[in-house]
Nanobody, 127 residues
Framework: EVQLVESGGDLVQAGGSLRLSCAASGFTFHDYAIAWFRQAPGKEREGVSCISSIDGTIYYVDSVKGRFTISSDNAKNTVYLQMNSLKFEDTAVYYC????????????????????WGQGTQVTVSS
């Protein structure tokens, strides 16, 4: 079965850190770009970050640059999102998704590029 499973979401105070994990199974993990999206209540889904083992591209949306770091462990079929200096506005359900081969703002704006999605993990930042 092709699936992505996120974990690591939690309740954290502003200024704190969390590390999200996205574990892949049922497909060749490093044949696709892996992206993190988030959706806050009442807001549209937003692409946060992406990593591609195919062409080596990494992308961050401006609001998380310098605070979030995406990385991958191909041996474990897992992508991580290290989130530091968390802000209240980072509160959302975070999803990982697999698809495409490269990472850019254009890629993250096209959700249809990502055919495989996880179930999401809740990140809540208290102010």
């Amino acid at each position: 079965e092709v699936q992505l499973v996120e974990s690591g979401g939690d309740l954290v105070q502003a200024g704190g850190s969390l590390r999200l994990s996205c574990a892949a199974s049922g497909f060749t993990f490093h044949d696709y770009a892996i992206a993190w999206f988030r959706q806050a209540p009442g807001k549209e889904r937003e692409g946060v970050s992406c990593i591609s083992s195919i062409d080596g591209t990494i992308y961050y949306v401006d609001s998380v640059k310098g605070r979030f770091t995406i990385s991958s462990d191909n041996a474990k079929n897992t992508v991580y999102l290290q989130m530091n200096s968390l802000k209240f506005e980072d509160t959302a359900v975070y999803y990982c998704a697999a698809g495409g081969s490269s990472c850019s703002s254009a890629h993250l704006s096209l959700a249809r590029l990502y055919p495989v999605w996880g179930q999401g993990t809740q990140v809540t930042v208290s102010s």
